[in-house]
């Protein structure tokens, strides 16, 4: 197996739910570690080239206003596997279909306000880590 690195948001919704802890909680016991974080209120501009690749879907113009309807904590995951990881403790991306005890399953109300997002392959990871935190935002963990 091999190390990789994740990102995450822990988006709108969940932050306003002040469960912050409780997910950062679920990561540590999945063996994922922070290795960069930052609280912002993503920009239309921000959330738009973020999600760009679903800028022709049906859901994208919901999908950016909810993103930008609040406060969002972003971080990148280090761990083993790192990116499916990170997609088995989010559970699926409609909460109704959500295995229990996922982040979604426990923590979203519906698929437009799901509680976090996570990264879908290595390379969109790298791109995605660099997007909110640059070439020297992240802080290796060797231990
Ligand atoms: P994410 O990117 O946020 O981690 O979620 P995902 O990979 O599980 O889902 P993705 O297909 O990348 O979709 C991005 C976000 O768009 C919203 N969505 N709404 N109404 C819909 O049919 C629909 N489909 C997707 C969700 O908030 C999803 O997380
Ligand atoms: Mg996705």
């Given at each position: 197996?091999?190390?990789?690195?994740?990102?995450?948001?822990?988006?709108?919704?969940?932050?306003?739910?002040?469960?912050?802890?409780?997910?950062?909680?679920t990561?540590?016991?999945?063996?994922?570690?922070?290795?960069?974080?930052?609280?912002?209120?993503?920009?239309?501009?921000?959330?738009g080239?973020?999600?760009?690749?679903?800028?022709?879907?049906?859901?994208?113009?919901?999908?950016?206003?909810?993103?930008t309807?609040?406060?969002?904590?972003?971080?990148?995951?280090?761990?083993?596997?790192?990116?499916?990881a990170?997609?088995?403790?989010?559970?699926?991306?409609?909460?109704?279909?959500?295995?229990?005890?996922?982040?979604?399953?426990?923590?979203?109300?519906?698929?437009?306000?799901?509680?976090?997002?996570?990264?879908?392959?290595?390379?969109?990871?790298?791109?995605?880590?660099?997007?909110?935190?640059?070439?020297?935002?992240?802080?290796?963990?060797?231990?």
């Amino acid at each position: 197996m091999a190390v990789e690195r994740t990102l995450s948001i822990i988006k709108p919704d969940a932050v306003a739910k002040n469960v912050i802890g409780e997910i950062y909680s679920t990561f540590e016991k999945a063996g994922l570690k922070v290795v960069a974080a930052r609280m912002m209120h993503l920009t239309t501009e921000q959330a738009g080239e973020f999600y760009a690749v679903h800028k022709e879907r049906p859901f994208y113009n919901d999908l950016v206003s909810f993103m930008t309807s609040g406060p969002v904590m972003v971080q990148a995951l280090e761990g083993e596997n790192a990116v499916l990881a990170h997609r088995e403790v989010m559970g699926a991306t409609n909460p109704a279909e959500a295995a229990e005890g996922t982040i979604r399953k426990r923590f979203a109300s519906s698929i437009d306000e799901n509680a976090c997002h996570g990264s879908d392959a290595t390379d969109t990871a790298a791109q995605e880590i660099a997007f909110f935190f640059g070439d020297d935002g992240v802080c290796p963990r060797t231990r």
